[in-house]
């Protein structure tokens, strides 16, 4: 009954590789989200998404994509991955729409990338 | 300079001591004031959130927002050792029937010992 839960958990891989990080809410939320946690637990959004529109795209190199499947999944896809995007990422997700802050962000647990 | 400034810590307390935990901010826009807890390997969670100068009390948390000196605290009374995370604020600016999203400050890591 996890309400935010993005896969895989650990990410390892090698400069240059492709690779996708899923997220799935079941909270019935119309708005989802990546963050990005550096080493410093800074966390900073990198995408929203509201019912499948793209709302907030923050300065984040094009090698990063999302994609929408619908309301309940946002998926983060990374092309020619770099020795800088290790990090934690989290999806996360509100009902922005509906309440605005009322509706806090439930977060996953993130997941954690290694580019090596 | 970053909008929001926490200082990192780390913080070690014995249980039962209070906590204060810090953030100032430039922005005067900022409106919404929040504090996310968030213990390792999680993510963040949720603590307490105030639209308002003043104080806002819940349990062993109290959020105390002061927009004159665009200073925010969170206070943790008889602290215990499941309170050991790190401690986020985030705030928002909310204008024009519209909201941006949550800055975040660094995080604070609170550790507080038996």
């Known amino acids: 009954d996890t309400a935010v839960s993005q896969t895989p958990k650990y990410l390892v891989t090698q400069m240059g590789n492709d690779k996708s990080i899923k997220c799935e809410q079941n909270?019935?939320?119309?708005?989802m989200y990546w963050y990005k946690q550096d080493s410093k637990k800074f966390l900073k959004i990198m995408f929203s998404?509201?019912?499948?529109?793209?709302?907030i795209n923050e300065t984040v190199p094009n090698r990063f994509s999302p994609k929408s499947p619908d309301k309940a999944h946002l998926n983060l896809h990374i092309n020619s991955l770099e020795l800088g995007d290790s990090a934690v990422y989290f999806c996360?997700?509100?009902?922005?729409?509906?309440?605005?802050?009322?509706?806090?962000?439930?977060f996953g647990n993130g997941t954690r990338l290694t580019v090596t | 300079q970053k909008e929001v400034e926490q200082d990192p810590g780390p913080l070690s307390v014995p249980e039962g001591a209070i906590v204060s935990l810090n953030c100032t901010y430039s922005?005067?826009?900022?409106?919404?004031f929040m504090w996310y807890r968030q213990y390792s390997r999680k993510g963040p969670e949720l603590l307490m959130y105030?639209?308002?100068?003043g104080n806002k009390e819940d349990g062993r948390f109290t959020a105390q927002v002061d927009k004159s000196s665009k200073y925010i605290s969170l206070f943790i009374r008889d602290s215990q050792p499941s309170d050991s995370a790190t401690y986020l604020c985030?705030?928002?600016?909310?204008?024009?029937?519209?909201?941006?999203?949550?800055?975040f400050g660094s995080g604070t890591q609170l550790t507080v010992l038996p």
């Open positions: 998404y509201n019912n499948k529109e793209l709302i």
């Open positions: 985030a705030m928002a600016e909310i204008s024009s029937g519209s909201a941006r999203q949550l800055t």
């Open positions: 909270l019935g939320h119309d708005t």
């Open positions: 105030t639209y308002s100068s």
């Open positions: 922005n005067s826009a900022f409106q919404y």
């Open positions: 996360a997700s509100s009902d922005f729409k509906r309440r605005g802050y009322n509706s806090p962000l439930h």
